[in-house]
């Protein structure tokens, strides 16, 4: 699928607000892309798309998750996780789209995962640091996308990781092994 056509697609299912987000994303996830040599296709598709499921209800997102058959361990956690994995199994239904590394970028992007691709990379830490993000431990990831993204997504993860326990929330398991695998990296 064509990226002006992608785009067509997704305004479609967001608001304007999200819709503007998505745009951000893709356009950091290209310069992103750029600087580390990767597909720019891939990111821009899998960037475009990431936020696809991410304005139906809990209800539907409920039904999506039953009726594909995905992992059921993902209604134990916060409904934010679940466009995720849903966004990335209607794009492959409806849009034909079979690339893994697109699809496991939408699939992960609010969790990450042990094993990320460098298009998962990028497109995980893009939507994390999108021009329009302002909050602690933000510009710290900016910059470090600039040089490693491995280390941009650790501490992505870590700084999530933080917050959610300050939240006295629970955390996605894929969160704690991408972090764990980054770091291990990270010490060799």
């Not at 209800?59 to 995720?84: A, V």
């Amino acid at each position: 699928m064509h990226i002006e056509e992608a785009k067509k697609v997704v305004k479609k299912q967001l608001t304007t607000k999200r819709y503007e987000h998505t745009l951000r994303v893709c356009d950091t996830a290209i310069e992103l892309a750029n600087h580390y040599g990767q597909s720019i296709e891939k990111v821009a598709l899998a960037s475009i798309f990431h936020d696809y499921a991410k304005c139906h209800s809990k209800e539907t997102l409920k039904e999506h998750i039953i009726s594909y058959q995905l992992p059921t361990q993902l209604l134990d956690f916060h409904h934010e996780l679940w466009h995720g994995p849903v966004g990335a199994k209607l794009v492959e239904k409806r849009y034909d789209i079979s690339d893994e590394n697109v699809l496991n970028a939408i699939r992960y992007h609010t969790t990450g995962r042990q094993g990320m691709s460098p298009i998962e990379l990028i497109v995980f830490v893009s939507d994390y640091i999108e021009p329009a993000r302002n909050f602690p431990g933000v510009e710290e990831v900016r910059e470090l996308a600039k040089v490693n993204i491995e280390t941009a997504a650790r501490i992505a993860l870590k700084n999530t990781i933080i917050y959610l326990l300050h939240k006295n929330a629970t955390i996605f398991p894929d969160t704690f092994l991408a972090y764990n695998e980054l770091t291990k990296r990270r010490a060799k």
